[in-house]
Nanobody
Framework: QVQLVESGGGLVQAGGSLRLACVASGSSFTINAMGWYRQAPGKQRELVAVITSGGGTNFADSVKGRFTISRDNAKNTVSLQMNSLKPEDTAVYYC?????WGTGPTYQYWGQGTQVTVSS
């Protein structure tokens, strides 16, 4: 079984920074990609940023130039550095991992979410 645990959310003023972290626990798996999604009240969950096992990244247009994503493959962690935060970044942020075992299929796992609130 795989568990994703997020940390680092909180309340920050507009223009401030937060760093989110997510660690995947389990055994004998391969993490093919990890990423962050967010869901604001009344809105659909949306992609924020994703990073592949090879380090390739993709960002939502709304966060480009402000957010960076990184991962530590040895520690099965992914981090999201959020700078120049705006009130519209307020949401619950979820970590997602695409995981496989050997040559088997890929499964997606989600963390429990962490609240990020940006005050104006």
């Amino acid at each position: 079984q795989v568990q994703l645990v997020e940390s680092g959310g909180g309340l920050v003023q507009a223009g401030g920074s937060l760093r989110l972290a997510c660690v995947a626990s389990g055994s004998s798996f391969t993490i093919n990609a990890m990423g962050w999604y967010r869901q604001a009240p009344g809105k659909q969950r949306e992609l924020v940023a994703v990073i592949t096992s090879g380090g390739g990244t993709n960002f939502a247009d709304s966060v480009k130039g402000r957010f960076t994503i990184s991962r530590d493959n040895a520690k099965n962690t992914v981090s999201l550095q959020m700078n120049s935060l705006k009130p519209e970044d307020t949401a619950v942020y979820y970590c997602k991992a695409l995981i496989s075992w050997g040559t088997g299929p890929t499964y997606q796992y989600w963390g429990q979410g962490t609240q990020v609130t940006v005050s104006s």
